[in-house]
Each structure stands twice: as C-alpha cells, then as structure tokens.
C-alpha cells in the first residue's frame, strides 16, 4: 500500500469475527515478520492485527535503516490502521523506537488502549554518538534482546534485519520525537500498559522511566520483569508477557 515515502509493506493476521484491532508497531533496524507468534496470541484473543513496516525496514520502501521523521512513521501507523477498513476499538502496541511512534500516534489520535514494550521515551543514551564527527560502526548486539540464545541467533541471521550503523538524520529525528513526546499531551485517560525488562542494555529502564514520569495519566500500569533484556515478547517468559497483555486488553475493552 502507498505510504508517506514509497511503497509501504504491512503484513495482516485476519480474524473472521474480530471485536478488536491491534496495531503492531516494531523497532528500529527490524521489522514486523519477527512478530508473529505475538500477532497469533492476539488474534487468539479476539484481533484482527496488523503491521507495517517502517519505511527503509523490511519490506517496505525506502534507504535502509532512514527515517527522516516520525512524523511520517505516525502518518505510515495511521494508514495500516485505514488499510483493515474495521470499525473496531484500536490498541497499539509498540516496541522500542515504535514504542516512540505510537506514543506520538496516541497523542495525536485517538485510540482505545496503548501498550508499550520498552519504548524509546524521556532520554536515551543512543543519542550520544550525535555529538561525535562520525557515527560509530556499532550493530546492536543480539544478546542485547533476549536470554533466549536462538532470538539473537535468528535476529543475527535475518536478511531483512539492519546490521549496519545508524545513520546521522535517524537519529536526528529520534531525538525531535523524544522532545515532542516528553513535552507533548499527557495520556490522560487512555488505558496504557507499559512493559520493561530491567536488564534492558539498550533501552535503560531508568531512562524511559524520565519520559513516562512526563506522560503517565490516570489509566497507566507498568509491567517490570526482573532479567528480562530489550524485547519482552521475545523472552524466556513471553508467554507470561503476552497473558500481561491479553489480560489488560481484555480489560480495558470490557470497561468500555
């Protein structure tokens, strides 16, 4: 489907009788095909998912590993939310960088529920390398996601994975998102579940705590699993991760 810089890739899990749509939203370098047992577990609960990738991941259109703005990312989420043409409740999930993405997304539409895997919010240490003359040649690295060996292997391995560096006007445009979403609208009474693993080397708990402090609302949980690295879905208790989020969902489209 068009997206704002080209041809935009997003892969659907179709439900037959969906009471809800949920919109996956994944990080930086990667790209929605890593996210299929968790898109399986919310079609189980009810979802008709879907998910884009970003422009310049994975199938999408694009120079790899660029986002010259989120803006254009929330406007790409805002597509694939057009794109499964349902009129049903939406719940973002977003993980790391898309974490960023669907917190600008949920502060400038509306949308029922958010959930948040270790989302790039308040300040982050990435950001560092901008003040040097040349960005270091430094991939992430796969023990960094899980302390499951086959997730870093399998990530390692994926041909439509970024393993090269990051590009100067990416992380340019992070670092306008973290000011626009620390200083943007707080998520008064959108039900939102934060998810963080508190051995996390590439997004510090401590870090995105300074963002969620400036955006928390009424309706904000947090989830912290204690030696849990950078992707909670993809964990040595990810079935616990995705029953935390099976469980809030349910909830809050009860109350509603």
């Known amino acids: ?17 969906p009471s809800w749509l949920a919109v996956l ?5 990667e790209h929605s095909g890593r996210y299929g047992h968790v898109a399986e577990r919310l079609v189980e609960a009810g979802a008709l998912v879907v998910a884009p990738d970003h422009v310049g991941h994975g199938e999408s259109a694009g120079e790899r590993a660029l986002i010259p703005s989120f803006d254009g990312l929330v406007a790409d989420v805002g597509a694939a939310v057009e794109s499964a043409a349902a009129d049903l409740p939406v719940v973002l999930v977003g993980h790391s960088f898309g974490g960023l993405v669907a917190t600008r997304y949920a502060q400038q539409r509306r949308v029922s529920a958010l959930v948040l895997s270790a989302p790039v919010l308040g300040t982050w240490e990435g950001l560092d390398v901008l003040g040097l003359d040349e960005i270091p040649d430094s991939p992430i690295d796969p023990e960094a996601l899980s302390r499951d060996p086959e997730v870093g292997k399998a990530y390692a391995a994926d041909p439509l994975v970024w393993h090269g560096p990051f590009k100067r006007p990416t992380l340019e445009a992070v670092e306008r998102a973290l000011d626009e979403a620390n200083y943007g609208p707080t998520l008064e009474d959108l039900p939102t579940l934060w998810l963080h693993g508190d051995a996390d080397p590439l997004v510090p708990l401590a870090d995105t705590r300074t963002g969620t402090d400036r955006i928390r609302g009424l309706l904000f949980e947090e989830k912290v699993y204690p030696g849990a690295r950078h992707e909670v879905f993809n964990e040595t208790n990810r ?4 029953d935390d989020v099976v469980a809030f969902v349910r909830r809050v489209l009860e109350q509603r």
Not at 1 to 17: I, Q, S
Not at 25 to 29: A, I, K
């Open 239 to 242: 079935d616990e991760v995705l």
């Open 1 to 17: 489907m068009p997206g704002h810089a080209g041809e935009l890739a997003v892969r659907t899990w179709p439900n037959l009788e």
């Open 25 to 29: 939203v994944h990080g930086y370098g």
